[in-house]
């Protein structure tokens, strides 16, 4: 209905697990990557909690894209069955025909295990995914747990993935079921979105909904939006569409504030606004009390405060001459502007920032720089921070400029979890408050500040300025490893393989090998795999660009970082 009024192609806010609508928060790439590990990982159970909203299906959705070819999948939705009526469904999953009413475990079993032996010989991987398993029964988990021990001598013939409610996690801890939870091999809990990724969540979604231009949301209903639906994601989406049919009936550009409260009322229902309302007011009175209680200890105690003043040779003109000095210097160090220095990048002269103090602000684009000005800015300062050359002339792209120096370039969409995992300065995409597009260079990252060079300034802003700015795209460069050409096969050798299996060694902890000829073989994919998992890396065993930006973050080399490692951000 709103749809074509706000530009949009398609409904933004549906909750239907649509996997081109998937946002890769922070939590949801670590639960993906416990299922890819799985997958990979032969025999035993995985395990995929979290509330009821928070993106399980999207996940499963999004890991059923990702399957390797050599995977047959049964995908159970409806977890209420028997044991006869579970083993049924998989044979249907699975393709395997069975005497019709048969209620015969024992004939199911038999040709479940025939089923998984074929598989197994064809170099194929058979995995049983279950949906909302928290209302499977005590005995068809036994069940389960006893499919699962269907092997050869080599290898579990059948990988389960459970996804549940966190509830699921108390019942595997049930005394008769410890064998079973014993065959965990990776759990993990999905939590709702932290703070600075609701609003990088809501901008995806309009994005991935084809909204080109504004913010339908401002950054104060934004904030209200988390306070209202605890940063679930299918409460952010059943508010947010209630919310935009709202300001579309009203004749509203944007969402404001009172347009969300209202929508929320109308989800959560009139009950939960009264118990709303009366915890805000009893929060209220409560501050009113504290405040009373301190404005009266001010007025006992301030005759004491007096004297002590006083005894020490201080007087109140003096300290407030002292007090006004420091904030007029503070405010000349907090507003002196940044220096720059005109560089020869590429053969051309293009402003470098060189500040002598780094000045505090905001994201803001600058007004005398276009966002095209403000992209080639970027990238000049980006090349600057690896001492390479950058020629904004427009005769050849980013990337093939940084390629002709041994670099390559990432683009990607993610958030501030990804940046500090690779390390790297990054360009970052922007949008201003008019939905405008322009770019700045993260150079640093520090407690809960991050450092910028935008336009030919340098700014040192808050995360939560990020928030409001970036909705996740940014690109990076990577030193290329010498003899990379592609993805490697498996038995592959020569230099790229002993630059892999060196860095391996150093990420781990222990001195590189000194023998130089190593093969890419099952057990070195498997150390890549084990560090993908530990970097919040899809444990696919590729050796790709994320995967080499991870290895060669892990162990200092002098390239540019965001943060020293040893001290952590």
């Not at 996940?59 to 390797?68: G, K, T």
Request: hydrophobic letters at 40%; one cysteine or more.
């Amino acid at each position: 209905m709103y749809e074509e009024y706000f530009g949009l192609k398609k409904k933004p806010f549906s909750i239907v697990p649509d996997p081109s609508f998937f946002f890769m928060s922070e939590g949801h790439r670590e639960g993906l990557a416990h299922l890819m590990y799985g997958i990979q990982n032969e025999g035993g159970f995985v395990l995929l909690t979290g509330e009821v909203g928070t993106g399980k299906t999207t996940i499963c959705r999004r890991l059923l894209e990702l399957m390797p070819e050599d995977v047959e999948v049964a995908f159970i939705l409806n977890p209420k069955l028997t044991a006869e009526e579970l083993l049924s469904t998989i044979c249907d999953e699975f393709g395997i025909k069975y005497p019709k009413n048969t209620t015969s475990i024992k004939v199911l079993v038999t040709l479940i295990s025939g089923y998984l032996l074929e598989v197994h010989e064809k170099s194929r991987r058979a995995v049983v995914i279950i949906e909302e398993a928290q209302n499977l029964r005590t005995e068809v988990l036994e069940q389960i747990r006893l499919l699962t021990n269907l092997e050869t001598n080599q290898k579990k013939l059948l990988q389960m993935i459970m996804l549940g409610q966190p509830e699921l996690k108390e019942i595997l801890q049930q005394p008769q079921l410890r064998q079973l939870s014993q065959r965990i091999t990776a759990r993990y809990h999905l939590s709702p979105l932290l703070r600075d990724e609701v609003p990088m969540y809501v901008e995806y979604r309009l994005s991935a909904a084809g909204l080109i231009r504004g913010h339908l949301f401002p950054p104060r209903t934004l904030k209200r939006l988390l306070r209202l639906t605890g940063g679930v994601p299918r409460l952010i989406n059943v508010v947010c569409d209630r919310a935009l049919l709202g300001a579309y009936v009203q004749g509203q550009s944007r969402v404001d504030l009172r347009t969300l409260v209202r929508a929320a009322h109308e989800v959560f229902g009139e009950g939960k606004r009264d118990r709303r309302g009366w915890a805000t007011q009893r929060s209220v009175v409560l501050g009113l009390i504290l405040l009373v209680l301190v404005i009266f200890g001010v007025l006992y105690y301030l005759p004491t405060l007096r004297s002590a003043v006083d005894a020490v040779g201080i007087s109140r003109s003096q300290v407030s001459r002292n007090a006004g000095q420091k904030t007029y210097q503070a405010g000349v160090s907090a507003t002196a502007p940044a220096t720059t220095t005109k560089s020869k990048v590429g053969g051309l002269g293009v402003s470098t920032p060189v500040p002598a103090v780094v000045a505090a602000g905001t994201l803001e684009r600058p007004l005398q720089q276009s966002g095209p000005e403000t992209r080639e800015a970027a990238y000049a300062s980006l090349f600057v921070q690896w001492r390479l050359s950058y020629k904004p002339d427009g005769k050849q792209t980013v990337s093939d400029q940084a390629r002709s120096q041994g670099f390559e370039c990432l683009v990607g969409r993610g958030g501030l979890a990804d940046l500090r995992q690779m390390n790297k300065p990054a360009v970052l995409k922007l949008v201003d408050q008019r939905g405008g597009k322009y770019y700045a260079t993260l150079t640093a990252l520090k407690g809960e500040t991050a450092t910028f060079h935008i336009g030919s300034e340098s700014r040192l802003v808050s995360l939560k300025e990020i928030a409001a700015r970036w909705a996740g795209e940014y690109l990076v460069l990577w030193r290329r490893p010498i003899d990379y050409r592609a993805v490697l096969a498996s038995g592959a050798t020569g230099p790229m393989v002993t630059w892999l299996a060196d860095r391996l060694a150093l990420a781990s902890g222990r001195p590189a090998a000194t023998d130089k000829n190593h093969i890419f073989d099952r057990a070195m994919i498997e150390q890549v795999k084990q560090f993908q998992l530990a970097h919040g890396i899809v444990p696919d065993g590729i050796v790709g660009p994320r995967t080499i930006i991870g290895l060669t973050a892990a162990v200092p080399n002098g390239d540019p970082v965001l943060y020293d490692i040893k001290e952590g951000t």
